[in-house]
Nanobody, 124 residues
Framework: QVQLVESGGGLVQPGGSLKLSCEYILNILDSDIVGWYREAPGKERELVAS?????????????TYASSVRGRFKISRPSTKDSHALQMNRLKPEDSGVYFC????????????WGQGTQVTVSS
């Protein structure tokens, strides 16, 4: 059974930073997309950031960000592709929620894995 283990959530003041990490033992396929989602109370789970194979150059990474976090958050992964991280800077109260890491495949819809979620609270 595939396990995605998240770490790094917590309480931070507005303007502060946090880094989330997601580790796993999984053979990452070239068509896999790794990402972070968040779920705030009363709201639907939304995509925060993802890394996908570039459509024109599939051997390179294409990074996507929600408009609300672009310029403040950065998604990354090492060359070993056994983890991915989300660096969150200039955090705002509206960034609060449960953050989930995800791995899904562009073609194989059954290949879709989730972490257990980690709470991020931005409050003074």
């Amino acid at each position: 059974q595939v396990q995605l283990v998240e770490s790094g959530g917590g309480l931070v003041q507005p303007g502060g930073s946090l880094k989330l990490s997601c580790e796993y033992i999984l053979n990452i396929l070239d068509s896999d997309i790794v990402g972070w989602y968040r779920e705030a109370p009363g709201k639907e789970r939304e995509l925060v950031a993802s890394i996908a194979p570039d459509d024109d150059r599939p051997w390179t990474d294409a990074k996507t960000y929600a408009s609300s976090v672009r310029g403040r958050f950065k998604i990354s992964r090492p060359s070993t592709k056994d983890s991915h991280a989300l660096q969150m800077n200039r955090l705002k109260p509206e960034d609060s929620g449960v953050y989930f890491c995800n791995i899904r495949n562009k073609i194989l819809t059954s290949r879709n894995y989730w972490g257990q979620g980690t709470q991020v609270t931005v409050s003074s």
